[in-house]
């Protein structure tokens, strides 16, 4: 996740999403529907949570297009209500 963080910027964005790391070049953020701002806000970030709120499953399909790496280490800690909310979805 330390090497994610680094990539935080709409120009070298890479996302955290479960157990994968995604880079999304600069000019496909803005053909993204749900426009650049969400990406640019969760560059060199775990977008876990917000990705699944956010998209039906054919989208799943999509991000294999943009997958480079598995993460090493989680090292963020799971709040008591990440915890809930991903229980209950
Ligand atoms: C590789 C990564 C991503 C892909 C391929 C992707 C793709 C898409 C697609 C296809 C839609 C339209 C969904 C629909 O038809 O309802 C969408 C909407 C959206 N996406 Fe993403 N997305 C990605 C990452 C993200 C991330 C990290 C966020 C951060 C929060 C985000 C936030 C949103 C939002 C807010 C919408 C609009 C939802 C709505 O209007 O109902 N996306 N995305």
């Avoid at 060199?44 to 598995?70: L, R």
Wanted: with cysteine; aromatic share 10%; proline share 7%.
């Amino acid at each position: 996740m330390k090497q994610v963080a680094e990539h935080n910027t709409p120009d070298d964005c890479w996302i955290v999403i479960g157990e994968k790391v995604y880079e999304i070049p600069e000019a496909w953020t803005k053909k993204h529907p749900g426009g650049h701002l969400p990406l640019k806000a969760m560059a060199g970030k775990d977008a876990t949570d917000a990705f699944v709120q956010y998209h039906p499953n054919e989208v799943y399909k999509m991000i294999p297009n943009f997958y480079i790496a598995n993460v090493v280490a989680k090292d963020t800690k799971e709040s008591i209500f990440v915890k809930e909310h991903r229980a209950i979805r």
